[in-house]
């Protein structure tokens, strides 16, 4: 089992720069993928961003060139950078691991989320 906790959520002006953190409770090197997600108000929970265990991100494309995704595996922490914030990024956002335990074992984590609120 992995237990996730975000943190760094926050009220920010747009333009603004906000770091979440997702912190494991066992090691994040060898989980292959993990990933950012977040849901607003009245909309579906939705992809941002994704790293996997190879180092491989990948990024939704309201986001490409403003948010950056990361890992410290001494940490066992994920990272999301979220730079030139809009009012459109307001949202909870979740972290998610997806762990392999076999060819037909796998597994979805989540943590709680955490709010993020850009104004105007």
Same mark, same amino acid.
């Given at each position: 089992?992995? $237990?996730?906790?975000?943190?760094?959520?926050?009220?920010?002006?747009?333009?603004?720069?906000? +770091?979440?953190?997702?912190?494991?409770? +066992?090691?994040?090197?060898?989980?292959?993928?993990?990933?950012?997600?977040?849901?607003?108000?009245?909309? $579906?929970?939705?992809?941002?961003?994704?790293?996997?265990?190879?180092?491989?991100?990948?990024? @939704?494309?309201? @986001?490409?060139?403003?948010?950056?995704?990361?890992?410290?595996?001494?940490?066992?922490?994920?990272?999301? $950078?979220?730079?030139?914030?809009?009012?459109?990024?307001?949202?909870?956002?979740?972290?998610?691991?997806?762990? @392999?335990?076999?060819?037909?074992?796998?597994?979805?984590?989540?943590? $709680?989320?955490?709010?993020?609120?850009?104004?105007?």
């Amino acid at each position: 089992q992995v $237990q996730l906790v975000e943190s760094g959520g926050g009220l920010v002006q747009a333009g603004g720069s906000l +770091r979440l953190s997702c912190g494991a409770s +066992r090691s994040i090197s060898s989980i292959d993928r993990m990933g950012w997600y977040r849901q607003a108000p009245g909309k $579906q929970r939705e992809l941002v961003a994704t790293s996997t265990s190879g180092d491989s991100t990948n990024y @939704v494309d309201s @986001v490409k060139g403003r948010f950056t995704i990361s890992r410290d595996n001494a940490k066992n922490t994920m990272y999301l $950078q979220m730079n030139s914030l809009k009012v459109e990024d307001t949202a909870v956002y979740y972290c998610k691991a997806e762990v @392999v335990y076999s060819r037909t074992i796998r597994r979805d984590y989540w943590g $709680q989320g955490t709010q993020v609120t850009v104004s105007s």
